[in-house]
């Protein structure tokens, strides 16, 4: 079965990119070294994947169920260059199709048991529909209305009645003799004691007419909830042999099984999606990958929300944890030659190109994208896990600060203006003269730099967006963790807007207007704030499975200090 195929097939021979910057990274660390990997997502990527939707387009069968597609263009020993597909699960119900490449190993030994068991979990969501649409839940939430209109329209009347009677009290305490005072306030006690047994009745009858078919109503939940334990422990179960029969191979000859990969669990079909596929392919075939893409076609579901030939990113619950290792063993690409800085004026606000430099640590290499510099300051794109600035002990000296001191000719004399979170990627920005330092300072401190940060929840967001005020305080006894304290906090405020949400997960925005400690961290896990945690944040509850924490500091916009132009920069965030 022929899967590679030429560029011609997708693209004109032609073709030549203009833009050679890629547009995404699909990334992760080697279990091994620790060592971050990349593989991009280029322009030649994205017109090769054009080209591979236009065939798409004229076959129907491809538009029936919605799903992702990828490509992966690799160099073959002998130079040339070649074009792999791949499709996410399966296609019509079919893993092999010829052109595409095909499944991971395992699929077909847990083919027959997979059969089995989706055919299981279909008949049991079909029953839990049925019992979720009894009609008896309609009946009951119709008579249970109706009780409660004649209640309340009882509990008005007798209202009415008992204030009526409490001014006939006071009108006749004054005006009767003893004896009929004493025979007129008995007939009011006695209106007033039918209006209770009329009150008792109706509530008896209620409880005749609702209490049979809460009971059913009950017994159905009951059964319900035992349908989805059944539902859970056979998706497990499936989850597991299918853990254990997978097995990925990485460009360093290395395989592992899901099991292995992700000893703490996940979800059904991973190992299924295009990414894992295209490279398991490419290191089993002596295929070296140099640009991938994926993208959704066909229809897409209520809860997906995905768009027709919008490239996504490599998913965050199945693809992203595995990068690491199916990237391993690749031959680092050289880094790319710096173009020529350049910077132009507009109105008031000063447009900066990203550009990337490499810095070599001693002890190993690593590149720190530098997104603006000029003779006064300096701002880089942090990667997660290097912290901003050296810590107190000896084994926490790798930063930012001391890679760039060490690198470059006046690095002595930078200073870091603010601080990111040691897991938190982004912007950072640093002075190289005590006077800039001096007045970027500031500036932060008077709440005159925007702000924006990105995110991903590991849950689904309600509101669309908002303002969290919380106060934050830390306890000296349990370092770093902030928590809520409204009698110590120091005043806490975050706007946030949803981007987007995707299965079980949102991408989110927040704009900072105070600067606390793990302030954007503490707002989205506080049941007071979204009360859902950032994923990957295992500080405060995330129990997820993931590679970092996805969090990044993607914008800062504030006053050149020596320009006096508005400066806006902005790092694109890699997942």
């Known amino acids: 079965?022929?899967?590679?195929?030429?560029?011609?097939?997708?693209?004109?021979?032609?073709?030549?990119?203009?833009?050679?910057?890629?547009?995404?990274?699909?990334?992760?660390?080697?279990?091994?070294?620790?060592?971050?990997?990349?593989?991009?997502?280029?322009?030649?990527?994205?017109?090769?994947?054009?080209?591979l939707i236009q065939q798409l387009t004229k076959n129907d069968c491809y538009s029936r169920e919605g799903k992702m597609y990828g490509i992966l263009l690799v160099e073959l020993p002998n130079g040339e260059q070649r074009v792999l597909k791949a499709f996410s699960g399966l296609l019509n119900g079919c893993s092999l199709v010829a052109?595409?490449?095909?499944?991971?190993?395992?699929?077909?030994?847990?083919?027959?048991?997979?059969?089995?068991?989706?055919?299981?979990?279909?008949?049991?969501?079909?029953?839990?529909?049925?019992?979720?649409?009894?009609?008896?839940?309609?009946?009951?939430?119709?008579?249970?209305?109706?009780?409660?209109?004649?209640?309340?329209?009882?509990?008005?009347?007798?209202?009415?009645?008992?204030?009526?009677?409490?001014?006939?009290?006071?009108?006749?305490?004054?005006?009767?003799?003893?004896?009929?005072?004493?025979?007129?306030?008995?007939q009011l006690d006695e209106e007033s004691r039918q209006q209770g047994i009329e009150r008792r009745q109706l509530k008896r009858q209620q409880n005749e007419v609702l209490q049979p078919l809460q009971q059913l109503i009950a017994a159905k939940d009951a059964r319900i909830s035992e349908l989805k334990q059944q539902r859970k422990a056979l998706s497990r179960q499936l989850q597991v042999q299918m853990q254990a029969s997978y097995s990925l191979t990485n460009f360093s000859g290395r395989s592992l099984s899901l099991q292995q990969l992700m000893p703490e669990g996940s979800p059904t079909g991973t190992g299924d999606c295009c990414a894992p596929k295209l490279l398991h392919y490419a290191a089993t075939h002596n295929l070296k990958p140099l640009a991938m893409a994926e993208f959704w076609w066909g229809a897409s579901s209520v809860n997906q929300d995905k768009i027709p030939g919008e490239f996504y990113r490599a998913c965050i619950e199945r693809c992203q944890p595995l990068m690491g290792f199916l990237l391993s063993g690749l031959r680092p690409n050289p880094p790319v030659p710096f173009p020529a800085f350049a910077q132009r004026?507009?109105?008031?606000?000063?447009?900066?190109?990203?550009?990337?430099?490499?810095?070599?640590?001693?002890?190993?290499?690593?590149?720190?994208?530098?997104?603006?510099?000029?003779?006064?300051?300096?701002?880089?794109n942090k990667p997660p896990g290097l912290l901003s600035v050296p810590g107190?002990?000896?084994?926490?000296?790798?930063?930012?600060?001391?890679?760039?001191?060490?690198?470059?000719?006046?690095?002595?004399?930078?200073?870091?203006?603010?601080?990111?979170?040691?897991?938190?990627s982004g912007i950072l920005l640093l002075a190289r003269d005590r006077q800039t330092h001096?007045?970027?300072?500031?500036?932060?401190?008077?709440?005159?730099?925007?702000?924006?940060?990105?995110?991903?929840?590991?849950?689904?967001?309600?509101?669309?967006?908002?303002?969290?005020?919380?106060?934050?305080?830390?306890?000296?006894?349990?370092?770093?963790?902030?928590?809520?304290?409204?009698?110590?906090?120091?005043?806490?405020?975050?706007?946030?807007?949803?981007?987007?949400?995707?299965?079980?997960?949102?991408?989110?925005?927040?704009?900072?207007?105070?600067?606390?400690?793990?302030q954007l961290r503490v707002h989205a896990a506080d049941v007071r704030g979204l009360g859902i945690t950032i994923l990957g944040d295992r500080l405060y509850g995330c129990d997820a499975v993931t590679s970092r924490l996805y969090l990044h500091a993607r914008e800062l916009d504030f006053e050149h200090p020596q320009l006096k132009k508005t400066l806006y920069l902005k790092a694109i965030t890699l997942f």
Not at 479 to 484: E, G, W
């Open 1 to 51: 079965m022929v899967v590679l195929h030429a560029l011609s097939d997708f693209i004109d021979c032609d073709f030549a990119a203009r833009d050679l910057s890629p547009s995404y990274w699909y990334e992760g660390r080697c279990l091994q070294s620790g060592e971050r990997l990349r593989l991009p997502r280029t322009s030649m990527s994205e017109a090769i994947a054009h080209g």
């Open 99 to 186: 052109g595409w490449v095909p499944p991971i190993p395992g699929r077909d030994e847990v083919a027959l048991e997979e059969a089995r068991t989706l055919a299981e979990l279909d008949a049991i969501k079909q029953e839990i529909l049925t019992l979720k649409q009894l009609t008896e839940r309609q009946q009951y939430e119709t008579l249970s209305n109706e009780f409660e209109r004649q209640l309340q329209a009882m509990s008005d009347r007798h209202r009415h009645c008992k204030h009526q009677r409490q001014e006939k009290r006071q009108q006749i305490c004054n005006t009767l003799s003893p004896e009929a005072l004493a025979i007129a306030l008995e």
């Open 345 to 380: 004026l507009v109105g008031v606000r000063l447009s900066v190109s990203e550009r990337e430099a490499s810095l070599r640590e001693e002890r190993e290499e690593v590149t720190l994208p530098i997104i603006y510099e000029d003779e006064w300051l300096i701002a880089v």
């Open 392 to 424: 107190r002990y000896r084994d926490r000296q790798d930063s930012v600060l001391s890679r760039l001191r060490h690198l470059l000719p006046d690095g002595m004399a930078l200073a870091s203006v603010h601080r990111l979170d040691q897991e938190t």
């Open 438 to 518: 001096k007045q970027l300072s500031q500036q932060f401190q008077q709440r005159q730099v925007h702000k924006v940060y990105e995110a991903i929840l590991s849950g689904v967001a309600i509101a669309e967006k908002g303002v969290i005020d919380l106060p934050l305080w830390g306890d000296p006894e349990n370092r770093p963790y902030q928590k809520v304290d409204w009698q110590n906090g120091k005043p806490s405020l975050t706007q946030f807007q949803v981007i987007s949400r995707e299965q079980d997960y949102t991408r989110i925005e927040f704009t900072p207007l105070t600067g606390r400690t793990h």
